[in-house]
């Protein structure tokens, strides 16, 4: 398994971008910091992406709209199955519909 890092600083991001829009090629990079290469070109790729140089994927604005819209959803959905089985239990104890072990 792939030890875990900590996300690396926007800041340091930036000064990664900056770097390579300034000549610096993504492998010399990875050689003397430590993200990966992949890493560096990922950064430059999504950098592009919000600054409207690129359209092929979501911006950082829209991966975080699309982020939180989604916990939301989950939220809504989790909510609804509480209600549901609220709903559930307090029919049966209104006697509205019969216990499900009632032979009647």
């Known amino acids: 398994m792939p ?53 092929d994927g979501l911006t950082t604005e829209e991966r975080e709209e699309l982020r939180r819209l989604r916990r939301e959803v989950k939220n809504r959905r989790e909510e609804r199955a509480s209600v549901k089985k609220a709903a559930a239990w307090f029919a049966r104890e209104s006697s509205s519909i019969p216990p499900k072990d009632s032979s009647s």
């Open 3 to 55: 030890k875990s890092h900590k996300p690396y600083l926007p800041e340091f991001r930036e000064q990664m971008v900056a770097l390579v829009r300034g000549g610096r090629a993504p492998d010399q990079l990875a050689k003397e910091f430590e993200p990966t290469a992949q890493s560096i070109g990922n950064w430059v790729a999504q950098a592009d992406r919000d600054g409207g140089k690129r359209q």
